[in-house]
């Protein structure tokens, strides 16, 4: 017996749960994937928490929370985040199995690729 004859697919199990559940984890998912994208960040430019927190105008102990997910920012604070990072920051609601997801798309490369996309139709319009 193989293990994808008993686990089948493992979101399987999500099925199971109730809503506020099912809630709770895709709000931890968001808040994971935000927590990344700072720590990722923070390491790409070989910054310390303090560093990083001296650039965006918080504390240590605020960095320290949303790398956890401990935290979870306003709209505005995630916005005003992305602006001193340098990041495109812009929320995405998309259909998911008749539920609808928010997205949270924070991306330095794809807005740097999406500038360049844009110079370069401009240029083809001159």
């Known amino acids: 017996m193989i293990i994808?004859?008993?686990?089948?697919?493992?979101?399987?199990?999500f099925d199971d749960i109730d809503e506020q559940t099912r809630q709770e984890f895709e709000l931890s998912d968001i808040l994971v994937n935000i927590a990344c994208k700072i720590i990722n960040y923070r390491l790409d430019n070989n910054m310390t928490q303090r560093d990083l927190a001296n650039k965006l105008d918080i504390t240590?102990?605020?960095?320290?929370?949303?790398?956890?997910?401990?935290?979870?920012?306003?709209?505005?604070?995630?916005?005003k985040i992305s602006k001193k990072l340098d990041w495109?920051?812009?929320?995405t609601?998309?259909?998911?199995?008749?539920?609808?997801s928010v997205q949270y798309n924070i991306d330095k490369a794809q807005a740097e690729e999406e500038n360049e996309e844009i110079e370069t139709l401009k240029g083809l319009a001159a």
Do not use: C, H, T
């Open 60 to 79: 240590q102990a605020m960095v320290s929370k949303i790398e956890s997910g401990e935290y979870n920012p306003s709209i505005e604070f995630l916005f």
């Open 4 to 13: 994808n004859d008993i686990l089948k697919d493992p979101w399987d199990i």
């Open 88 to 91: 495109r920051f812009g929320i």
């Open 93 to 100: 609601f998309e259909e998911n199995y008749s539920n609808v």
